[in-house]
Structures are given as C-alpha cells and as structure tokens.
C-alpha cells in the first residue's frame, strides 16, 4: 500500500519512548513492501543525519519546522479557554502541516494515512482521497492529566487540569470515530476511551510497543552503586515522578546505603529537577548521548511515576540491557510485569524505599530480576514478530 506516515516527531534517535514506537511501525511497515512516506514536525535539535537516515529507509521524507515558545504556548492557552479544542492538541495546530498534508494528499496520491499519536489526529482530514485511516494511540492522554491532577496542590492548576482532562476525553473519542482502525498500545487505554469498552466492529486491535533486543546487548556492570532514572524530562509525568523519588523515597535509601549515588539523566529538566543535583549523592546530567558508563554503574533502575498512560518504553530498555527495575504500578502499566520475576513494585515511599535497598543489598534478587527483564524483552516484545500484527491493519 501506499501510506502516509503523520508523525509530531522525527523518528529518531531512539531517545524517547514515542520515537521508538513510531520508528519501529515505520521500519515495519517498509519492510513489509509498503511505500511509505514520512511527512513529520522538524524541532530545531533534530540531527541532519537522523533524517538522512530517514530518507534511506522511507520512499520519501517531507518536515515542516515545529517552534514552540513560553510566549506560543501562553497565547494557545488563552485560545483554549475559549475552545472546545483541547490546549495540548490546539498548540500542535500548525497551518504549514495541514496545507503540506493537502498537497500530499489531496489528490488520491496514497491509499492510507497513518496518524502517528494524538496530536496527528486533526491533520487526516486534509487528505481526502486516502480509502483507509489508522490512529496510531501511543497513550490515552486524558488520562496522563487526569493522574496529573490527583498531586497537584493548587487549586487554580487543578481545575484548570480538569477542564482540559474533560475536553482531551471528549476529544479523544470523537478523534478515534473519524478512523477505520485504531491501534492501542495497551488494552487499559483502550478501555479508558472507547465509550463501551470495546471495539469498533472489530477495527480496533491492541499492539504493545515493541523494540529491538537484538541491538541491546546486556550490560556488564561491576559492583554498581548507581539509582537510576533515565527519561525525559520536558514531559511533567517524568519530572514529577523523579521529584517525588527524591524528596521522599532517596532519604530513606541514602540513609541505610550511603555509597549509592541517585542519577537523574534526561533533556531539558525544570529547576526543580535541575536542582536536585545540589544535594549529597544525588547527580543531575541532563541529556547523555552515550549512557554505557553510567549504566555500567547503575544497580537499580528506577520508574517512580504516579502519573501516566500508554507503556513505559524506559522498563524494556532496562530489560534488555539487563539491569533489575523498581517501579510504580502505574510506571508499570501495559507490560508483562511479574513482582519479584522481573520488576519490583511499589507504590508509597516506605516501600519503594525497601524495594531499592532489596535489589542494591542482595545479589541474588538483583540476578533474578535482571535475567528475568531480559528474557521477557526478548520474548515478549522484539518488533520482528510483535508487528507482525500491523499486517491485520494493512492489508
């Protein structure tokens, strides 16, 4: 088939859960004999040799520049206010894009779109001759602000989460009705979304994200002393879940293990997270393009969310480099996660506190959960079989 690809962001590099989710489909789909084309936003750090490699793999590649500013996102805020449209969704709104997509589409020049999350939603309605329409769902984002909201303390942000939790899940579901398929990365939100809990006369199906394994190779790690937490931390789930870990969970582990080190790697971290790195045995390093030395050293992994949908990409890459995970239920969600076979869950301080000092003082339950991780990586989500699923979607 001939697919157009709608993706918010490049595809690579593989830094970011969303980015190995899109590039995975993507390199599925083309080696499945699909002619795709990525039509996708370009933001001023994306590589010139990340889209040369892009170009390699799809049939053609086609950007449009995608700037935000506190000043942008001010003004989509007082928009919103007066919208039905989401803020979130409504800031993504980029005229370029739609008229690109138009000019791409418009005349029957591809038999399917594919939007890549959420924010890609609005832009199927300028292609009017495609005869199949698939909505990639990385997450039911109503539900990420809807967590979001149960921990904030002021009562203005609050309700003004609670505004946008109302218009995102109307949004969402009227979204997915204008598809032929949607796909779900977890089975959790689609139930979340769809009205009746279920799917669309059959057009809807369920495909985790998956990785690549084979190109994670176990990491050699020699009396590690590492806590870490990898992720990025523009999104507000990750910046409150690592705040969260430090001020209330790390005394407790710092305390009864002095040596360990908590480690917070991530781009772009708010002065909050930024200024953990003030505190004794605590680091704070933004982005790390190369994380093999600070992996070598890591003892325990860690997912501290409390807010969050979809899967957390951050747990398969601790699996396959095959370094033992503690996390919350909720950092959990949509993996084949076994307490205690390969992840330790916990959910309040005191036991994620015990959790982090179970896997740093015993050999033995560290073993076990990273050879566990790394047998349910290989097993349960290689690409290479995972999405042979999207065969079901395009054919």
Same mark, same amino acid.
């Given at each position: 088939?001939?697919?157009?690809?709608?993706?918010?962001?490049?595809?690579? +590099?593989?830094?970011?859960?969303?980015?190995?989710?899109?590039?995975?489909?993507?390199?599925?789909?083309?080696?499945? $004999?699909?002619?795709?084309?990525?039509?996708?936003?370009?933001?001023?750090?994306?590589?010139?040799?990340?889209?040369?490699?892009?170009?390699?793999?799809?049939?053609?590649?086609?950007?449009?520049?995608?700037?935000?500013?506190?000043?942008?996102?001010?003004?989509?805020?007082?928009?919103?206010?007066?919208?039905?449209? +989401?803020?979130?969704?409504?800031?993504?709104?980029? $005229?370029?894009?739609?008229?690109?997509?138009?000019?791409?589409?418009?005349?029957?020049?591809?038999?399917?779109?594919?939007?890549?999350?959420?924010?890609?939603?609005? /832009?199927?309605?300028?292609?009017?001759?495609?005869?199949?329409?698939?909505?990639?769902?990385?997450?039911?984002?109503?539900?990420?602000?809807?967590?979001?909201?149960?921990?904030?303390?002021?009562?203005?942000?609050?309700?003004?989460?609670?505004?946008?939790?109302?218009?995102?899940?109307?949004?969402?579901?009227?979204?997915?009705?204008?598809?032929?398929?949607?796909?779900?990365?977890?089975?959790?939100?689609?139930?979340?979304?769809?009205?009746?809990? $279920?799917?669309?006369?059959?057009?809807?199906?369920?495909?985790?994200?998956?990785?690549?394994?084979?190109?994670?190779?176990?990491?050699?790690? &020699?009396?590690?002393?590492?806590?870490?937490?990898?992720?990025?931390?523009?999104?507000?789930?990750? &910046?409150?879940?690592?705040?969260?870990?430090?001020?209330?969970?790390?005394?407790?582990?710092? &305390?009864?293990? +002095?040596?360990?080190?908590?480690?917070?790697?991530?781009?772009?971290?708010?002065?909050?997270?930024?200024?953990?790195?003030?505190?004794?045995?605590?680091?704070?390093?933004?982005?790390?393009?190369?994380?093999?030395?600070?992996?070598?050293?890591?003892?325990?992994?860690?997912?501290?969310?409390?807010? $969050?949908?979809?899967?957390?990409?951050?747990?398969?890459?601790?699996?396959?480099?095959?370094?033992?995970?503690?996390?919350?239920?909720?950092?959990?969600?949509?993996?084949?996660?076994?307490?205690?076979?390969?992840?330790?869950?916990?959910?309040?301080?005191?036991?994620?506190?015990?959790?982090?000092?179970?896997?740093?003082?015993?050999?033995?339950?560290?073993?076990?959960?990273?050879?566990?991780?790394?047998?349910?990586?290989?097993?349960? /989500?290689?690409?290479?079989?995972?999405?042979? &699923?999207?065969?079901?979607? /395009?054919?």
């Amino acid at each position: 088939m001939r697919i157009l690809f709608l993706s918010q962001i490049l595809p690579l +590099p593989l830094d970011a859960g969303p980015k190995t989710r899109s590039y995975y489909v993507l390199r599925y789909l083309v080696e499945a $004999g699909h002619q795709v084309t990525l039509l996708s936003f370009l933001r001023p750090g994306d590589r010139q040799e990340d889209e040369s490699l892009l170009r390699r793999l799809c049939a053609r590649v086609e950007t449009v520049p995608m700037v935000r500013s506190r000043l942008k996102d001010a003004a989509f805020g007082a928009a919103s206010m007066f919208s039905k449209a +989401p803020f979130l969704i409504l800031r993504d709104q980029v $005229g370029e894009m739609h008229r690109k997509v138009k000019a791409l589409a418009g005349a029957g020049s591809f038999d399917a779109i594919h939007a890549d999350q959420l924010w890609m939603a609005p /832009y199927n309605t300028g292609a009017a001759g495609a005869s199949l329409r698939v909505l990639d769902q990385h997450n039911a984002v109503f539900m990420v602000l809807e967590r979001m909201a149960r921990n904030v303390r002021n009562p203005l942000v609050r309700a003004w989460l609670g505004r946008e939790v109302s218009k995102l899940e109307a949004f969402e579901r009227e979204a997915c009705e204008r598809f032929d398929r949607v796909v779900w990365v977890s089975d959790a939100d689609r139930r979340a979304v769809t009205a009746n809990g $279920g799917g669309r006369n059959g057009q809807d199906q369920v495909i985790p994200i998956a990785i690549d394994p084979q190109a994670s190779r176990t990491v050699v790690r &020699a009396r590690p002393f590492r806590v870490t937490f990898i992720a990025g931390m523009h999104w507000p789930p990750n &910046a409150d879940g690592i705040s969260w870990f430090a001020s209330s969970v790390w005394p407790k582990v710092a &305390a009864a293990a +002095p040596s360990a080190v908590l480690t917070v790697i991530g781009k772009r971290p708010p002065r909050s997270v930024a200024a953990l790195g003030r505190s004794s045995n605590v680091e704070t390093l933004g982005y790390v393009r190369d994380l093999h030395e600070r992996l070598s050293e890591t003892a325990v992994f860690i997912v501290p969310l409390r807010s $969050g949908a979809g899967m957390r990409v951050k747990i398969l890459d601790a699996w396959c480099w095959g370094i033992p995970v503690v996390s919350t239920t909720v950092g959990a969600e949509g993996l084949a996660s076994a307490h205690g076979e390969n992840i330790l869950i916990a959910d309040d301080e005191q036991s994620f506190a015990d959790a982090v000092l179970q896997v740093l003082g015993s050999h033995r339950v560290a073993s076990r959960l990273a050879e566990g991780g790394r047998s349910t990586a290989e097993t349960s /989500y290689d690409w290479r079989s995972v999405y042979r &699923a999207w065969d079901q979607i /395009y054919h």
